[in-house]
């Protein structure tokens, strides 16, 4: 007998950050991820540090991947899944009209330097949110999970 698929079962999504500026923007984007239903996070070039303030114990809920450098990320992506940065750059779709990939990874920069062109490049996609300079990242990150919820 063959095995009807259900759509959901098909889709997931993670969000991360490259660089992250520091340990507390993490802890914070990782309780938004579990609240809003995110399969996984990751980080790239940095160690994150347990917080005290985590109060979820959202480590225990969701994983948190950590990358030492963009191209074992990259080369550890899954597949069939499409890489989409958030930068405030000309080529990037405002949120509001953006239609998510049903399997994607979401990546940030940090709030210093935003993503590198060379990262930018490998991005399937590229997102804007509303403003003319840069949010905080757990922010910026919240903001993009709740738009993908609520459009699903």
């Given at each position: 007998?063959?095995?009807?698929?259900?759509?959901?079962?098909?889709r997931y999504f993670?969000?991360?950050?490259?660089?992250?500026?520091?340990?507390?923007?993490?802890?914070?984007?990782?309780?938004?991820?579990?609240?809003?239903?995110?399969?996984?996070?990751?980080?790239?070039?940095?160690?994150?540090?347990?917080?005290?303030?985590?109060?979820?114990?959202?480590?225990?809920?969701?994983?948190?991947?950590?990358?030492?450098?963009?191209?074992?990320?990259?080369?550890?992506?899954?597949?069939?899944?499409?890489?989409?940065?958030?930068?405030?750059?000309?080529?990037?779709?405002?949120?509001?009209?953006?239609?998510?990939?049903?399997?994607?990874?979401?990546?940030?920069?940090?709030?210093?330097?935003?993503?590198?062109?060379?990262?930018?490049?490998?991005?399937?996609?590229?997102?804007?949110?509303?403003?003319?300079?840069?949010?905080?990242?757990?922010?910026?990150?919240?903001?993009?999970?709740?738009?993908?919820?609520?459009?699903?």
């Amino acid at each position: 007998m063959r095995h009807k698929w259900d759509r959901n079962e098909e889709r997931y999504f993670a969000i991360g950050v490259y660089k992250p500026k520091t340990e507390e923007n993490i802890g914070t984007l990782w309780r938004s991820a579990y609240i809003l239903g995110a399969d996984f996070i990751f980080i790239i070039g940095k160690k994150y540090k347990k917080q005290r303030t985590d109060t979820h114990k959202v480590w225990s809920r969701i994983p948190l991947f950590q990358f030492e450098s963009f191209e074992s990320f990259y080369s550890s992506m899954p597949y069939s899944c499409k890489l989409v940065g958030i930068e405030l750059d000309d080529r990037a779709q405002d949120i509001k009209a953006y239609q998510h990939f049903e399997r994607s990874m979401y990546l940030l920069g940090s709030e210093d330097n935003g993503l590198p062109k060379a990262v930018v490049k490998k991005c399937h996609d590229l997102i804007k949110l509303p403003g003319t300079s840069s949010l905080n990242v757990a922010v910026a990150g919240s903001l993009v999970l709740f738009d993908r919820v609520n459009k699903e």
